[in-house]
């Protein structure tokens, strides 16, 4: 019987998933990993999501990758799970594969590769949300879906009963609009995804950070929000200024290339970059660890 937790707060960090020389799970760098978020203090987890590249591992990394998760977190923290593919169907597979595990939530992005219309969108979340029991949180991504959530969309998703919150990293009108009308909802939370203002995010009405740099420095979303609700802006302004200065190392060869040279520098072995992301070099190795040690991180 799934464990499920209607509503969710605070920070939550996008795992990475790191891998072997045959991209099957590096699984000390993924009981590593999971350990420095929750010593550091993070509310949840989200495993297998974009930072997770789970529409780039073989079936069977998938599967080990959530075995592995919930047998570290062991119930400390709600662990959110990446399962949006590329149909209704291929992601209600998916889903089935999480229901094995005591998941707080499933985190969908739209579908990708055709174009959908919002009718069209709108009935694929309908659709899963009565598929499983779990609770649903859309995730807005269309950097890299090609689909922007309009917020008339998302209003109508959130009268679904276990469609429960939304992941916003899309339009910033969309989500300073779903921010505002959802801030004293008690069915229906909205998290940021943007990295560069989770501070002013938070005081327009997010209940809450979703960010793959804090698998890299979770301690710098911590302090954002420890910062926010001690009304301390400044300190949290200035928490938010090192994520941007962090989020450089992404441009380092490739996104997951620069993200795993940062992340064996900081002790979590694996490689983060699947193929056919562009591998760490010697010369983005060595951008990260100046970076890394200019930042005190390492």
């Known amino acids: 019987m799934n464990q499920t937790v209607p509503s969710l707060e605070g920070v939550i960090t996008a795992l990475g998933t790191p891998l072997d020389e045959?991209?099957?799970?590096?699984?000390?760098?993924?009981?590593?990993?999971?350990?420095?978020?929750?010593?550091?203090?993070?509310?949840?987890?989200?495993?297998?999501?974009?930072?997770?590249?789970?529409?780039?591992?073989?079936?069977?990394?998938?599967?080990?990758?959530?075995?592995?998760t919930f047998d570290e977190v062991k119930g400390q923290v709600p662990v959110l799970v990446g399962c949006g593919d590329t149909s209704t169907e291929r992601t209600l597979a998916r889903i089935r594969l999480a229901e094995n595990y005591p998941v707080s939530a499933v985190a969908l992005i739209p579908p990708f590769i055709f174009k959908f219309s919002q009718n069209e969108l709108f009935h694929y979340y309908e659709g899963i949300a009565e598929g499983t029991d779990l609770p649903v949180y859309p995730y807005d991504n269309p950097a890299l879906t090609g689909h922007q959530l309009e917020f008339e969309t998302i209003?109508?998703?959130?009268?679904?009963?276990?469609?429960?919150?939304?992941?916003?990293?899309?339009?910033?009108?969309?989500?300073?609009?779903?921010?505002?009308?959802?801030?004293?909802?008690?069915?229906?939370?909205?998290?940021?995804?943007?990295t560069t203002f989770f501070d002013l995010a938070l005081q327009l009405g997010a209940s809450g950070i979703i960010e793959g740099l804090f698998a890299l420095a979770p301690e710098y979303g911590v302090e954002i929000l420890r910062s926010f609700r001690k009304q301390d802006y400044e300190a949290a302004a200035a928490a938010q200024r090192k994520l941007i200065r962090l989020r450089s190392v992404v441009l380092l060869d490739s996104t997951f290339a620069g993200f795993t040279s940062a992340m064996n520098l900081r002790g979590v072995p694996g490689n983060f970059a699947a193929a056919p992301f562009t591998q760490s070099t010697e010369e983005g190795r060595e951008g990260a660890r100046v970076l890394l040690e200019q930042m005190g991180l390492i």
């Open 22 to 68: 045959h991209e099957d799970l590096h699984e000390e760098g993924m009981r590593l990993q999971i350990r420095m978020q929750l010593e550091a203090g993070v509310d949840g987890l989200l495993t297998l999501g974009s930072m997770g590249s789970m529409q780039l591992l073989k079936d069977e990394t998938f599967e080990r990758a959530l075995a592995v």
């Open 155 to 194: 209003r109508q998703l959130s009268e679904i009963p276990n469609i429960v919150g939304l992941k916003a990293s899309g339009d910033f009108l969309t989500f300073r609009l779903a921010a505002e009308h959802f801030r004293d909802s008690e069915e229906f939370t909205v998290f940021s995804g943007h």
